[in-house]
């Protein structure tokens, strides 16, 4: 069974663009969630989409956005990106109850200049 | 609010050491779940274990254990005969409850563990 799978590994904007990140579940889950992860933050919750619908949203500003299709895939969006949007952005997928395991894809390492 | 807190940053042990790793959780709600995972040097985070807030039974598997207390609202986990393996990033995590759909991490302990 294949793993979470996120695209691309890697990118390098610079400040003011706009960035879109792809996760692709494992097959079967609903659940797609975004985090954020940066050095001495651990992982900040951005957004958690189940059946495209976004259940539930973190402290994050309105540049951050996030969608899920049919399919279960998922992109977030970061729009007017800022230096402080440095970060390994993490999907996880799971079947989508609050007691199931999240698995997590290896992330989008973005780096603002 | 929910809130998961690592106190210990960074610990340094020496292979064979045991270490307990600290967690302390805030929620009002009385269903929640507790996680446990591992992040190796290759970054990608793995599930360790889950507990859900009924059930305080400790658990073993291995050279890891998890003391479960709502008493204190704690979380911990010990390693027992460390390994050079066990060097990572462990994060407890919460969901359920008042935070609903959302699993909220600690920041993470860093384990060394030194030959």
């Known amino acids: 069974k294949a793993g979470v799978t996120q695209t691309p590994r890697y990118l390098i904007k610079t400040r003011g663009q706009q960035v879109t990140l792809s996760c692709s579940p494992i097959?079967?889950?609903?659940?797609v969630s975004w985090y954020q992860q940066t050095p001495g933050q651990g992982l900040q919750f951005l957004f958690e989409?189940?059946?495209?619908?976004?259940?539930n949203k973190g402290n994050f500003p309105g540049r951050f956005s996030g969608r899920q299709f049919s399919n279960s895939r998922s992109e977030m969006n970061v729009s007017t990106l800022e230096l402080g949007d440095s970060a390994l952005y993490l999907c996880?997928?799971?079947?989508?109850?609050?007691?199931?395991?999240?698995?997590f894809g290896s992330g989008t390492q973005l780096s603002v200049l | 609010a929910q809130k998961v807190t690592q106190a210990q940053t960074e610990i340094s042990v020496v292979e064979k050491e045991d270490v307990t790793l600290d967690c302390v959780y805030e929620?009002?709600?009385?269903?929640?779940?507790l996680f446990w995972y591992k992040q190796p040097p290759s970054g990608e985070l793995v599930f360790l274990i889950r507990?859900?807030?009924?059930?305080?039974q400790n658990e073993i598997s291995g050279r890891y254990s998890w003391n479960f207390q709502k008493s204190t609202s704690s979380f911990n986990f010990t390693i027992t005969a460390s390994q050079v393996v066990d060097s990572a990033v462990y994060f407890c995590?919460?969901?359920?409850?008042?935070?609903?759909?959302?699993?909220?991490f600690g920041a993470g302990t860093r384990l060394f563990v030194k030959a």
């Open positions: 996880a997928s799971s079947l989508g109850a609050p007691w199931e395991k999240l698995f």
């Open positions: 097959s079967g889950h609903r659940s």
């Open positions: 989409y189940f059946s495209e619908t976004q259940r």
């Open positions: 929620t009002r709600d009385t269903t929640y779940y």
């Open positions: 507990r859900n807030s009924f059930d305080e």
């Open positions: 995590a919460l969901s359920g409850g008042d935070g609903g759909f959302k699993t909220i």
